[in-house]
């Protein structure tokens, strides 16, 4: 899609994984805007039920880093953002926090890209051992469910753009 020049095109074609991070702390400008970003985000019935523990000290981001077997990038990130849910909400919360949670997550990636940062989608729901250790390290109250956690910061590797339709992935009219 290089020929369309818009910017919200380009961020989202622009954005990928990033696990390699420069030291510089993101200013909280940008935190903000960040968390604004991800609040933006569509949820069902607008029931918004997400929470958002944003980590900046070294060692809680080094005790989450240990927690997620394939988070090791969190000892090197200045930032995270660990991604909840409140299933407790309302009932549409309860049937749909997961792909609301994922909704505000795409946001704050996306805007972290913009935002000339990079960040990583860790993937914390569904394995019950990690999601328990980070509960316990952030103190996070039962019945908030963890999603996930973005490693944010500025990047220190680069990579290209997102191009093309995945092969066998697009169905006109019928399967
Ligand atoms: C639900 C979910 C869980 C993920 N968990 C991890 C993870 O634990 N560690 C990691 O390095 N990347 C993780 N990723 C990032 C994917 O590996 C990455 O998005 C994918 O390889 C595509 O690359 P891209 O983001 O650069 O387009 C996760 C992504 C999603 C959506």
Known sequence: MK?????VIQAILGRRSIRRFLQNPVEPEKVDCLMECAC???SAANSRPWHFVVVDERPVLDA????????????????????CGDPGKNDFARLYWEEDC????????????????GSVWLGVRHNPEREQAIRHILGIPQPIAVL???AIGYPDEVKPPHEGIDPGSLHLNRW
């Open 102 to 117: 994922s909704a505000a997550m795409e946001n704050l990636q996306l805007a972290a890209h913009a935002l000339g940062l």
């Open 40 to 42: 933006a985000a569509p």
């Open 3 to 7: 020929e369309i020049e818009d910017p």
């Open 64 to 83: 989450l880093g240990e927690a997620h077997p394939y988070g090791k990038m969190l000892y090197q990130s200045p930032l995270a953002v660990v991604v």
């Open 148 to 150: 996930g956690i973005a």
